[in-house]
């Protein structure tokens, strides 16, 4: 029997669910819909079956160490971190997948899931998975899971299945790919039957993907390939050569392979399935109180019914309103109604041409060895906390710009600073002066946590000039 490979994609930024999902933080690595990240439910979802081998993860170079970080924390080891120098859609990401699985298993059969989907049945998800596997290896199929749909969904894209695949039980040929439908189409495609909704997961034998990319988009399969075979080691990852990579054409899989394939399949399941994109549906997946509000953190309410109210930093009241969308962060509000939260892409796109940062990271900006958020700046000034994990250093390094004081608030710290090594602990601060080379590093057992005030002409963080880093990070010097 082949081995499945389940190839986990957990690019892109989930600019709807802002302002949560960030580019540096998106949804994929938030705790969503459980207490557990998306990218881990996935992960949780497909481990310690028999028939299926450890995932590989494709990502982004610049969420690698929270990738790695998040599969650790749930005792998955993978058998590789594939990492995109740039995004290229998914046809590349499933390509690029499929060369590196087939240089250990010539054999091998891709799964292929993104890394943000909730799926509530999982034994549905299991069983469909069979029957998906039985054609690919019998008709060599691409196949694709269809949703049942409950609903005149217009958010999603659908699939009309054909005739059955003589001999396989619940697979069809697949007669068409549709676009996003309007409201009334949406709800034809409901009342016709042969719909699905487009899941965007898919299996199909590594080779066979590769046939029909070839066929249809030869360039994408050529680049992807020198890509990988261009490919070296970076501690836990797997970097692709940039230049291949970056050479190749940018499209979905549905566009490049699978409305061109004669041999697409469609299987369809009733999965509990929703891919949570927007903040409207992250509410329909989770269980609210008796007045169909879900609410995390510190939330007061009052004659409020069917909202999410997600307070992250501080207390959040609201008062006679209903069908509403409240999401705090520390340094964003966003509020919207339910039937409004598709426009969230357009304060993204504000905040882009503004030329803002609250798209891009939050106050607390994650970091290998642990964390820092800012907690107050000025023109020339700017005060951080700074948590370093037991057993973790920064890099060697120093800035042409600004100097830091130090002040350990929690545990032990091990500073370097030029050629003098001493340890502080609580309540105890040192000075790091401009030019002077310098480490931090927490020796103890427990978190390090550190008020850092910085001062100078210049406090950007591209002011580092790195001479030696343990996580072989590539601005190094």
């Given amino acids: 029997m082949a081995n499945i490979y389940p190839v986990i994609l957990s690019g892109g930024y989930g600019t709807r669910l802002w302002p949560l999902s960030r580019a540096a933080l998106p949804k994929q690595l938030l705790p969503l819909a459980s207490e557990k990240t998306m990218l881990q439910e996935t992960a949780l979802r497909v481990a310690g079956r028999v028939e299926l081998q450890p995932p590989l ?68 998800f299991h069983a469909a998975i069979g029957r998906a596997l039985e054609v690919a290896l019998g008709q060599g199929a691409l196949v694709t899971f269809g949703i049942e749909p409950t609903g005149a969904e217009t958010g999603y894209g659908y699939i009309r299945r054909g005739t059955q695949v003589a001999g396989f039980d619940g697979c069809y040929a697949v007669e068409r790919f549709v676009e996003k439908p309007d409201a009334a189409t949406a709800q034809g495609f409901l009342d016709d039957g042969n719909y699905s909704w487009n899941s965007g997961m898919f299996l199909f034998e590594a080779s066979r993907y590769l046939e029909e990319l070839t066929r249809f988009q030869p360039r994408i399969a050529e680049q992807t390939a020198a890509a990988v075979s261009g490919r070296h080691g970076d501690l836990d990852f797997c970097r692709m050569d940039e230049a291949a990579f970056a050479a190749c054409p940018s499209d979905s899989i549905d566009y490049a392979v699978m409305e061109h394939t004669r041999h697409a399949v469609v299987v369809p399941a009733a999965l509990g399935w929703n891919d949570v994109g927007s903040w409207s549906a992250l509410w329909e997946v989770q269980q609210g109180d008796e007045n169909g509000n879900v609410l995390r953190g510190d939330v007061y309410t009052d004659n409020v019914q069917n909202s999410l109210v997600r307070a992250e930093s501080r207390m959040v009241a609201l008062i006679g309103v209903q069908d509403l969308i409240v999401v705090e962060t520390d340094d964003a509000v966003l509020v919207a109604h339910k039937d409004q939260v598709q426009q969230v892409k357009k304060v993204v796109e504000h905040l882009k041409n503004s030329k803002r940062t609250e798209h891009l990271n939050h106050t607390r900006v994650y970091r290998p060895w642990g964390y820092y958020e800012g907690i107050d700046a000025g023109s020339r000034f700017q005060v951080k906390r700074i948590m370093v994990k037991p057993g973790e250093k920064l890099s060697l390094q120093m800035h042409h710009h600004r100097a830091e004081h130090w002040v350990v608030v929690r545990g032990t710290a091990r500073i370097t600073c030029g050629e003098t090594v001493k340890l502080l602990s609580e309540n105890e601060s040192t000075y790091i002066p401009i030019g002077v080379t310098h480490r931090l590093e927490n020796p103890g057992k427990m978190p390090l946590d550190i008020i850092e005030v910085q001062s100078g002409s210049y406090l950007g963080e591209d002011d580092i000039v790195r001479f030696e880093d343990i996580y072989a990070r590539a601005e190094s010097a």
């Fill in 57 to 124: 993860l494709v990502c982004g170079d610049e969420h690698r160490f929270l990738v790695a970080e998040q599969m650790r924390e749930i005792g998955i080891k993978p058998i590789g971190i594939l990492l995109e120098p740039e995004g290229r859609n998914t046809a590349p990401a499933v390509a690029a997948a499929a060369h590196f699985l087939l240089a250990r298993d010539k054999e091998a059969v891709m799964l292929v899931l993104p890394a943000d989907h909730v799926i509530s049945d999982t034994d549905a």
